[in-house]
């Protein structure tokens, strides 16, 4: 439990963002599966990413991790082996996932669970293709919820076209079709993020795309590495204090190397729809992945209808978007966002109960949610459910609400941002 004051007087200062963590399960999964030596710097080390580790370890590789650096000693797909323990994801959904996809295409065992979360969060969607491909997969209701068995090997390509934009589901089975017999190819309703066709093309993988966005590859092609990857800072995890310098009265901050690939920058389109106040410095384009500094001042802001393809470039940055739309002048209206209810909560109901605690006026919808503003908020006891999104959201939300406001569960915010209430506290003081 986290006791916040309330109505902070203008958020000043400059913070370096935490290591993308989406980029950072990857550097380690990949790395695993390529042969040499992978150097990993500003590796975010939350509870997700530390769960990565900690399966790869058990499937038999050595990986050092010191705070934000680690090291892979990848011996290829061979020095995966079959695993005594049962692998556990923890509360990540990407570990998950990923790691279906290249279980299957393993001639090894696996088990795999994790935490109340995730016993929830529906595994079908990697299953039922894993399974056209060749994997035998077992698992509660047919394979959908952990825990989760996997035979792997012997798989064929697949060209598959996803119901839904999910870079898990795309990533579970290009890593799969790595270890497939032929050409696998995945499609999608709107793009989702695409770091696992960028990290696959450093280790010297040939991933095509076509026009339309389908994503292709041929099977057997091998990682090699003796690679330095340095992630740059997690936009998710920037969102908040992006939104918390436009609400917060008087603030202007800098929140250094944020991560821009513009499969997830949708935040930073609707802050400046919304009347944000952003600029750009130290821009870096030329490696696999492009960031900059961003510095964010207070402004007056107005509501915005967000939908279609720019869902899937802002689904984590829903909860915050929408605290930040109780502030705006007007109506917001989020739709096309059913994949909010199958994440560590279900979003649309853990948002909209905790900023109706908070005074919002706030109502979900089917697909997402409508916000009217501007509220003045006022201090409560919110709860995180376990959710590290929805425990940042609230925590954003005491800097503006009048009196104090009580968070339970404020331990979830490890998952992804173990420093975020240190960084709070540093720019609260200027
Ligand atoms: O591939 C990834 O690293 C992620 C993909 C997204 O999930 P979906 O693939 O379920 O949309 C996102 O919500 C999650 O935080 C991380
Ligand atoms: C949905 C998330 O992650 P995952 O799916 O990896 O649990 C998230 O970080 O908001």
Redesign the pocket.
């Known amino acids: 439990m986290k006791k916040l004051t309330g109505t902070a007087s203008g958020l000043k200062g400059t913070i370096q963002i935490p290591g993308d ?2 980029i950072s ?2 550097s380690v999964m990949f790395g695993s599966m390529a042969k040499g030596k992978t150097t990993v710097e500003n590796f975010l080390p939350g509870d997700d990413c530390l769960s990565t580790i900690s399966c790869f370890s058990k499937l038999g590789v050595k990986i050092e991790q010191n705070g934000s650096n680690v090291t892979v000693y990848g011996n290829g797909l061979k020095g995966l082996r079959e695993s005594s323990e049962i692998l556990d994801v923890g509360n990540s ?2 570990t998950a ?2 790691m279906m996809g290249i279980l299957s295409g393993l001639p090894i065992h696996s088990v795999l669970i994790g935490d109340e979360s995730i016993a929830k969060r529906p595994m079908k969607r990697v299953t039922v293709p894993l399974r056209d491909m060749g994997a035998r997969i077992q698992g509660n209701q047919d394979g959908n919820f952990t825990p989760i068995s996997i035979q792997g090997g012997g798989l064929r390509g697949l060209d598959y076209v996803s119901p ?8 579970a089975i290009l890593l799969a079709g790595l270890q497939a017999e032929g050409v696998t190819s995945v499609s999608e309703p709107f793009k ?2 695409d ?2 066709e960028r990290m696959l093309r450093a280790f010297g993988v040939e991933v095509k795309e076509e026009e339309g966005g389908k994503v292709s590859l041929v099977g057997g092609q091998k990682l090699v590495s003796d690679l330095h990857i340095v992630v740059p800072g997690d936009i ?1 995890s920037a969102a908040f204090f992006l939104v918390a310098g436009a609400i917060v009265p008087g603030s202007r901050i800098t929140l250094e190397r944020v991560g821009l690939n513009p499969t997830r920058t949708g935040i930073l389109e609707v802050l400046k729809n919304m009347g944000a106040s952003l600029s750009y410095s130290n821009v870096i384009e030329d490696g696999p992945e492009p960031y900059a500094d961003i510095t964010v001042e207070s402004s007056d802001l107005k509501g915005v209808e967000i939908g279609g393809d720019i869902i ?1 470039r802002l ?2 940055e829903v909860p915050i978007i929408a605290l930040m739309a109780t502030q705006a002048e007007g109506t917001t209206v989020i739709k096309d966002a059913e ?1 909010l209810k ?2 560590e909560t279900n979003r649309i109901d853990t948002v909209v109960n905790e900023l109706k605690k908070l005074g919002a006026d706030i109502e979900a919808t089917e697909d997402g949610m409508i916000i009217k503003g501007k509220i003045r908020l006022h201090g409560c006891t919110l709860d995180s459910y376990g959710d590290h999104r929805i425990g940042m959201m609230g925590a954003v939300a005491s800097l503006i609400a009048e009196g104090e406001t009580v968070l339970q569960n404020d331990k979830a915010i490890n998952v992804s941002y173990p420093s975020f209430f240190e960084h709070m506290e540093s720019l609260r003081r200027g």
Request: hydrophobic share 25%; net charge positive.
């Open positions: 963590k989406s399960h990857r959904g990407t996932r990923l839904v934009a999910s870079a898990q589901v795309k990533s989702s993020r770091h696992t998710s899937p689904i984590d994949e199958v994440k």
